[in-house]
């Protein structure tokens, strides 16, 4: 049974009742009138039986009808007709009521034959019926006022009842079906409802209300009983109170309210949308705004929706249990932003990101996709956004920056001093923050943090998710670009950023772990307070504590495969180059180089390691030279140029020894052990690999001493040493779980998954397979989870599993081609062309 039938039938058993109540009253009748009581009770009665038997689209006039006359039978009983007392308004309707129901009784009980000549006016006959009895309604309603002149006023105006236009369902709409169907289902139940939906400006909260109330069913339920109110520009209740009255046709004044809502009452199945009532809510007649919405409250048979910016509703009503708008998913942005721009590039993905689900930001953008590409859009953002997020004259659909404006002039926020402040820093943190945090990283403002952040969620300029505090991307983008932060509380954020950079070469030691674990959660956040300061000169007393922070923080990010340090090394040496201080600029480039060599970008990070090291070179910096000349040795080492890297990391192992730097030397000595296992030099490796590991025990390295084990193992796994291998990839994996070095951890997994398949342990090594690959998305490390493919694909050719085969080494020439590693490209390409053509083919 369809939700439509199933309301069909509740009104049809709901009009039952009804009919045997009316009789029992009508039996009760006397006086003058009894009869013709009795003639219409009848008469009422057989038009309900034909419309049980025919009829059963004409529920709401049959309603109309029964609800009119219980009024004017309880009237008439309590002015007690019989006795000579009378009510001339009463009377006169309840002459227009008898006319109306013997004409109604006609149109239903003609003919067949006659009815069906008569159908193509059924409806016009109808909607007749109903406006008739409309205005009976509207004057039962009133005659409870005694004030005969209102009376007559409000009767006046029912003649002249409007049934004001619904906005149109929007023509792109996706990503709220569920939420759609939620409201639309409350919208059908036999009991009314409350709706509230909250969310921030441009979430959709108007669209998601124009497509329920446009829904067939809901349509099919209220009829022309849908109200549809902007409050933008109402921000008293009496205005709204005024602006629906005079919607309706209704006589405005000081007698508004109460014709209002003696329309309202008259209604017996009515629906009300008070749209953008945050206007109202937030203004100074707060306390009219709650009372009108507690008496609407009180009409049993409206149901309401309101949408409002915000995450609380208003405490005058109890609403039904309904979620604030969160933000759109990737596939929704995604075919919204086909529907209107209809074009779309590789960048689309990344462009959407950027918008953060927000669908004013990503409809307004997709409008430029008219005429850009997603790649150059993407790329003017960073200093364009508040530009390309506008269509025509702007106004709070056509401008994001107009919608952010109108949430900051709330009057919550007016009247909180530091939710502004508080606003501007949170625009720095892309990964949000806990209440606590905030407190600590910004303590001028310690005691404000809470009640700030409280007005922030209450106008949806801020929300809630994982108990962090946060703000959508294209709202961040635009406060920032025109309320930056400043001031001391600036200054704090950064020095709380300097500080947690600060503890980053403890990562990898035993008592990493914590830091590890913050710098992890905190990275985007440090990355962004950070770029802040790089893009205008920073003073002079602060540009070292910079330098530190940046090298560590992309230290960390490289290191333990968090983020990407990129953007943020490259405003660093082009601020300090263009403030002439060479040696940090180059310092900047020495870790930039080390960035792209790790993301396998060995064309780029060549010349900025030699730029580096000529700079170091000429300030006399034999450790950043060393440095230099080690990771110069390693981008070598990664494309199997061996002769270059040995003779590099030969000359930066003697450079650190010569100037006391163990750890450099010990790293050094690992990688040559590495060459000499790729040449299958497995003596030599084993003996260069362990005495690394004692240096980097001598010093206290776990981390390094780990590395050494992995590759040790390794040595003992290429000459297919399996049974020596793994309890040594076992102590590994250990050492790096201890020390929380996830990337090491995977890499063990994988080592020893790649032992299990050489060992035909199919089912077991595909189960390592899937954990390993689980454990390197987690740390954002693709290239893994590649080479992890490949070398599968070639276990299957190996095996004969050809098909097999295929599958998996096209899986890893995809994802190389996505990182751009041009090599292992090749590679995949060379072992795929070797793999025979299936037969029949």
């Known amino acids: 049974m ?27 009748a006397s006086g003058p009138e009894k009869e013709r009581v009795k003639k219409m009770i009848l008469q009422v009665t057989g038009i309900w039986d ?88 509207l004057k039962v309603v009133e005659v409870r006022i005694t004030n005969v002149e209102r009376v007559a006023g409000l009767y006046a105006s029912s003649l002249r009842i409007k049934h004001p236009e619904i906005p149109s369902k929007p023509a792109v709409f996706f990503g709220r079906d569920e939420l759609v169907a939620t409201i639309v289902q409350l919208l059908l139940c036999h009991r009314a409802c409350r709706i509230p939906l909250l969310g921030t400006g441009g979430i959709g909260k108007t669209s998601v209300a124009v497509t329920a109330i446009n829904d067939d069913e809901v349509r099919a339920k209220y009829g022309r009983d849908i109200l549809f109110f902007s409050c933008e520009s109402t921000p008293t209740a009496e205005g709204i109170i005024q602006e629906l009255a005079t919607s309706l046709g209704l006589q405005r004044g000081s007698n508004a309210h109460s014709f209002l809502f003696s329309y309202l009452r008259s209604r017996r199945c009515c629906l009300l949308v008070l749209d953008n009532l945050e206007t109202a809510v937030n203004s100074d007649d707060v306390e009219h705004v709650h009372q009108l919405l507690r008496e609407l409250d009180q009409l049993p048979g409206l149901s309401l929706i309101i949408t409002m910016r915000g995450d609380v509703a208003p405490v005058a009503v109890e609403w039904e249990d309904v979620d604030t708008l969160r933000t759109l998913s990737i596939d929704a942005a995604r075919r919204i932003w086909t529907r209107i721009a209809k074009t779309k590039d590789e960048k689309l993905d990344d462009l959407l990101r950027r918008l953060d689900g927000l669908p004013l930001a990503i409809r307004l953008m997709a409008h430029q996709g008219q005429y850009f590409a997603p790649t150059q859009l993407l790329r003017s953002y960073d200093t364009s956004s508040t530009k390309l997020m506008k269509v025509g004259a702007g106004g709070r659909l056509g401008s994001l920056e107009v919608s952010i404006e109108l949430s900051l002039g709330s009057k919550i926020l007016l009247e909180e001093p530091s939710a502004g402040e508080l606003l501007s820093l949170m625009c720095l943190l892309p990964g949000g923050a806990t209440i606590d945090s905030l407190q600590e990283m910004v303590p001028s403002i310690n005691n404000d943090v809470l009640q700030a952040a409280s007005a922030l969620q209450q106008v949806a300029l801020a929300f809630k998710e994982n108990e962090r505090l946060k703000v959508l991307s294209p709202i961040r983008d635009v406060i920032l670009l025109r309320k930056p932060p400043k001031g001391r509380s600036l200054d704090e954020l950064r020095n709380y950023c300097i500080g947690l950079c600060s503890r980053a070469e403890e990562v990898g030691t035993v008592n990493g772990k914590e830091i590890a674990q913050v710098l992890s959660v905190e990275f985007g956040n440090i990355n962004s307070v950070l770029l802040q300061f790089w ?234 397979l899937e954990e390993a690959e689980a454990e390197f998305l987690a740390i954002g490390n693709r290239a893994e989870v590649a080479h992890g493919r490949e070398f599968l694909g070639n276990v299957l050719y190996d095996e004969q599993r050809y098909e097999e085969a295929r599958l998996k080494l096209i899986q890893a020439r995809d994802m190389y081609e996505e990182l751009g590693f041009v090599k292992d490209v090749e590679d995949c390409v060379r072992a795929l062309n070797r793999i025979p053509a299936v037969v029949g083919e």
């Not at 008439?76 to 000579?84: E, K, P």
């Open 535 to 768: 893009k205008a000169p920073p003073a002079g007393n602060n540009i070292r504590p910079l330098v530190s922070a940046t090298s560590q923080v992309a230290y960390f990010s490289y290191r333990c495969s968090r983020g990407d340090a990129t953007t943020l090394l490259g405003a660093a040496h082009r601020r300090l180059d263009a403030m002439q201080r060479r040696c940090d600029a180059a310092e900047c480039r020495r870790r930039l180089g080390d960035v792209l060599y790790l993301q396998s970008r060995y064309a780029e990070a060549m010349p900025m390691l030699e730029e580096a090291k000529s700079a170091f070179q000429a300030s006399g910096d034999l450790c950043g030279e060393a440095q230099c000349t080690q990771s110069l040795g390693e981008v070598h080492r990664m494309q199997s140029q061996y002769t270059e890297a040995g003779a590099l990391l030969e000359a930066a192992k003697l450079a650190y020894e010569a100037i006391g730097q163990p750890r450099g030397a010990a790293q050094c000595t690992r990688s040559l052990g590495d060459i000499l296992r790729m040449q299958s030099r497995y003596p030599e490796a084993v003996e260069m690999l362990e005495e690394a590991k004692l240096a980097f025990e001598a010093i206290g390295n776990p981390l390094g001493a780990a590395q050494c084990i992995q590759r040790l193992s390794e040595v003992l796994r290429n000459q297919s040493q399996y049974a020596e291998a793994v309890p040594m990839l076992e102590e590994a994996r250990l050492a790096f779980e201890a020390i929380d070095e996830p990337l090491g951890e995977a890499q063990c997994t994988q080592s020893l998954e790649h032992i299990l398949l050489k060992q035909d342990r199919w089912e077991e090594g595909m189960l390592l």
């Open 50 to 137: 034909e419309i049980k038997a025919h009829q059963r689209d004409c529920t709401k006039l049959a309603t109309n009808l029964i609800w009119v006359m219980e009024h004017v039978l309880d009237r008439m009983s309590s002015d007690v007709w019989g006795q000579g007392a009378g009510d001339v308004t009463t009377q006169s309707v309840f002459c227009a009521l008898v006319k109306s129901a013997s004409a109604i009784s006609d149109f239903l009980q003609k003919p067949s034959t006659v009815r069906e000549r008569i159908r193509s006016d059924r409806q016009d006959a109808i909607i007749k019926f109903l406006d008739d009895l409309d205005a009976m309604r």
């Open 2 to 28: 369809s939700p439509n039938s199933s309301t069909l039938n509740e009104e049809i058993a709901k009009l039952n009742i009804d009919v045997e109540r009316l009789k029992r009253k009508g039996a009760a």
